[in-house]
């Protein structure tokens, strides 16, 4: 498999506990890519790994064709969560620190994008608001001029606005110069708006990859009675997540085709509605039964 | 790399030579009446020949003037090897001998401000090893500066390299300050391997303050914690100097022994406490003449080398441990 991340039974354990348990993806070169999980999914400890700053116990991950960690770092742009920066700094000297450490660093560009946010090269980072330093840690992950651009929660701490200065800061870099991006949220809803693919984990697995056009096209919602057995139906290739609403059973399903079936309703569905199901992923049988014996 | 661990410890730099011309003032400010007294009592001069001497007379005991070579009865003829009346020599050093003890009394107050430098290596590990990468890893910045394009290792080595050059110029700086002002004090007192003499000045200090830095590092970077690694520098580094002072420092080299010359023969004598040696014990022997068991004075250099050479070889692996945590650390 090729790609700009590509693990193949990627499992990282912190002493007992288990961060990823046997991931196994291929994301594709140039694509914006939301990852999605609640806290504790292992979402930082996927971004942490690309970065070698966490060693797998177990699998590979590579990076743009090369293991993750020194060899591929300097093509790795990489802003972990809340954004750390050496407070005392001024912004300037952040930029200085990013050319000495990098062997390619574009000092210019990164001038001219502060100087464009009217972020003070001048001040203490420490001094600047909480959106300002979002934007020269992702300044100072862009000058390197990444292939592969890995932003942990970079929404979290940002109030709406700053949220929406921040994504299309990322937005034209992009465009300037196509790479790829994985950003983490625990929510798609920020990212919706710009990202083309989704990755859900839930418990250190994968759930969910895939195009959000694609998925929002495959994914439906069926309405419909209460089943004495897991229900089938033409065109569902499977039922990702079941709940009871009132006296009818609602299925959020996976199609291979049109679905025909005059017992169920049919809704479109949003791609949060995807995401959302695959994050829960109950076992749909326990509720059909139950259901059932109260029918 | 290097612009890098400037900017970062560069305030530290500043607060360690303001503290050293502090350091410098007091000891410029007590030592030059020190030193003026020191070079009117005409010490610099005599000391270094008084030291080798293991009795002198004791001077109370002595006639104020050496009996001029006249006043030997006519027709008795002195015997060569006449050890019963002193000469001018012996009488001269005899003074310089009193002369350096009521020196070192007036100003040991002053020296007793010695026991506090005992600590000042270990500030080195509590302010400039402890927070090197433990608050890098408190702060959450290691994520920035481990994902640069420098490999950990390189900002490991050149960090702790770094620094631990700075410390040890500093305390090359200190250790000359030091030397200078303690220099009469150590010279009246004959005591340089006594506890506080010994651990304060000459190259001991450099071992005490790679050692206390190395196990800040190594600290900071295990625990990840400012206030760990500080406390168990605290705890380690004087743990570590109280057991090597105690149990390991007299065992450096097998001890010796020294039988004085005997003190009751002739004039009063009495035993040189300026030559320093470490006595371990004394004895009276069956002759009456005082029996010691010692670490002779010229051994103090290569006590001092074994002992740094210890602290270093503490020091090198606690580096390289913190090397490789922080190359190991899962964060």
Not at chain 2, 246 to 257: N, S
Request: with cysteine; charged share 20%.
């Amino acid at each position: 498999m090729s790609g700009a991340m590509v693990a193949d039974g990627l499992t990282v354990r912190y002493g007992r506990t288990t961060a990823l348990d046997a991931c196994s993806f291929a994301i594709p070169e140039r694509t914006i890519v939301a990852l999605v999980g609640p806290n504790g999914a292992g979402k930082s400890t996927l971004l942490h790994c690309a970065t070698g700053l966490v060693r797998a116990s177990d699998g590979t991950i590579t990076v743009l064709g090369g293991p993750a960690g020194d060899p591929t770092l300097p093509q790795v742009g990489f802003v972990a969560q809340d954004a750390p920066l050496y407070l005392d700094f001024t912004a300037a000297e952040l930029l200085t620190m990013g050319a000495r450490l990098n062997r390619r660093f574009d000092l210019a560009f990164c001038r001219e994008r502060l100087a464009g946010l009217a972020i003070p090269l001048d001040r203490r980072v420490g001094r600047l608001s909480g959106g300002q330093r979002a934007q020269v840690a992702l300044c100072l992950a862009l000058a390197k001029r990444p292939g592969l651009l890995l932003l942990d929660e970079p929404l979290a701490a940002l109030d709406p606005l700053a949220r929406r200065e921040f994504l299309s800061a990322l937005m034209d870099a992009v465009a300037a110069e196509p790479m790829t991006v994985i950003m983490s949220s625990h929510l798609v809803t920020d990212l919706e708006r710009v990202c083309d693919h989704v990755m859900v984990l839930r418990a250190g697995r994968v759930s969910l990859l895939g195009r959000t056009d694609e998925l929002v096209e495959t994914h439906r919602m069926l309405i419909g009675p209460p089943q004495r057995r897991r229900p089938r139906i033409a065109g569902v290739e499977r039922i990702v997540s079941a709940s009871r609403a009132q006296r009818q059973i609602q299925l959020l399903v996976r199609t291979s085709g049109d679905v025909l079936h005059p017992e169920w309703d049919q809704h479109d569905v949003s791609l949060e509605d995807v995401v959302l199901a695959y994050l829960a992923e109950c076992p749909v049988e326990p509720l059909l039964e139950l259901e059932g014996a109260g029918a | 790399m290097t612009w890098l661990v400037w900017r970062q410890h560069r305030k530290q730099l500043f607060f360690a030579l303001a503290a050293l011309v502090v350091l410098g003032a007091f000891f410029v400010g007590t030592g030059r009446p020190m030193h003026d007294r020191y070079e009117r009592d005409g010490l610099p001069a005599c000391l270094p020949r008084v030291e080798r001497a293991l009795v002198v007379l004791d001077v109370a005991s002595q006639p104020d003037e050496p009996d001029p070579a006249p006043s030997v009865p006519k027709g008795v003829t002195k015997p060569a090897d006449d050890t019963s009346r002193p000469d001018a020599a012996a009488l001269a050093d005899a003074r310089c001998a009193q002369t350096a003890r009521a020196f070192f009394n007036d100003y040991q107050n002053v020296v007793s401000v010695g026991l506090l430098l005992l600590i000042l290596p270990m500030l080195a590990g509590m302010f400039w090893g402890a927070p090197l990468v433990a608050r890098e890893i408190e702060h959450g910045t290691h994520r920035l500066v481990w994902t640069q394009g420098v490999s950990r290792l390189r900002w490991a080595t050149t960090k702790f390299g770094l620094v631990s050059l700075a410390v040890l110029v500093i305390t090359a700086i200190y250790a000359g300050m030091l030397t200078w002002w303690i220099t009469p004090a150590i010279a009246t007192s004959g005591q340089r391997f006594d506890y506080v003499f010994f651990d304060i000045h000459g190259i001991v200090v450099f071992g005490y303050a790679l050692f206390a830095l190395a196990l800040g590092i190594c600290a900071g970077a295990v625990s990840g914690r400012l206030l760990t690694a500080m406390a168990t520098t605290i705890v380690g580094f004087v743990g570590v100097r109280l057991l090597v002072m105690l149990a390991a420092r007299g065992r450096y080299r097998p001890t010796e022994q020294r039988s004085l010359p005997d003190l009751f023969a002739g004039y009063g004598q009495m035993r040189n406490d300026l030559h320093g040696d470490w006595i371990v014990a004394s004895h009276a022997s069956a002759k009456g003449t005082e029996l010691l068991t010692v670490h002779p004075a010229d051994q103090f250099w290569t006590f001092q080398a074994i002992e740094t050479a210890i602290f270093v070889a503490l020091a090198v692996p606690l580096l390289a441990g913190a090397v490789y945590w922080v190359r190991r650390r899962v964060t």
